[in-house]
């Protein structure tokens, strides 16, 4: 069984500083993991995925995240917030086995202060 | 580009009846999930189809049932509706299981309301 656990269900920075958002998984195999931004009314929309290889992952927006096996985190991380920013974001792990598709985290909502 | 389609965007129904959702997976794409995420919820998964057959059943209700289509789409009939299942419906298409590190493509989903 897999799980995905976010640090926060809000976190609110000031435009132009840096967003950390949370990840932690745990997975008894090698995980997939993703995160997926969300805003109001919307689908979910991917911005970053880890497979294999390079453990610092660049996304969409200027986003990126880092794996850390030792740690369990996948945290998400943007040098300097634009409001623009401002969602919800979901990290989530898939297994090898993949047919139950995504186990998502609760999600942390990103408010971006002026 | 091309992307999942959900029908309708919006649905309203009154408890104890039926509703259908119908989701359009891009071209290609062979398999499909569905998600329900409550409000305030992150998303949870119902089933997914691969190739027109069940791959994986999650914490789906006996009261709803899918299926995949010979051309892919796939369709969520939900009866018996209660309060509790107004939510918003994701599909989610991609080529191959998501296992492989596959992308997954999500729809707009569907807002059902159960009155």
């Known amino acids: 069984a897999q799980s995905v656990t976010q640090l926060g269900s809000h976190v609110s920075v000031s435009e132009g500083a840096l967003v950390l958002l949370r990840c932690n998984y745990s997975s008894s195999v090698p995980p997939y993991l993703f995160w997926y931004v969300q805003y109001p009314n919307q689908g979910l929309q991917l911005l970053l995925k880890?497979?294999?290889?390079?453990?610092l992952v660049k996304g969409i927006n200027g986003f990126e995240a880092e794996f850390k096996k030792s740690e369990t985190s996948f945290h998400l991380t943007k040098p300097s917030a634009h409001m623009s920013d401002a969602a919800e974001y979901f990290c989530a792990v898939s297994d090898a086995g993949g047919a139950d598709g995504l186990t998502f985290g609760k999600g942390t909502h990103l408010i971006i202060q002026p | 580009a091309a992307g999942v389609i959900q029908s309708p965007r919006h649905l309203i129904k009154e408890k104890r009846e039926t509703a259908t959702l119908k989701c359009y997976p891009i071209p290609r794409h062979d398999t499909v999930y569905w998600y329900q995420q409550g409000p305030g919820q992150d998303p949870q998964f119902l089933i997914s189809f691969y190739e027109k057959m069940q791959s994986d059943k999650g914490s789906i209700p006996d009261r709803f049932s899918a299926q995949q289509f010979s051309d892919y789409h796939s369709e969520l009939n939900m009866s018996s509706l209660e309060l509790g299942d107004s939510a918003l419906y994701f599909c989610?298409?991609?080529?191959?299981?998501?296992?492989?590190?596959?992308?997954?493509?999500f729809g707009q989903g569907t807002r059902l309301t159960v009155v």
């Open positions: 989610a298409s991609s080529f191959g299981i998501i296992g492989g590190g596959t992308e997954a493509f």
């Open positions: 880890y497979t294999t290889g390079a453990t």
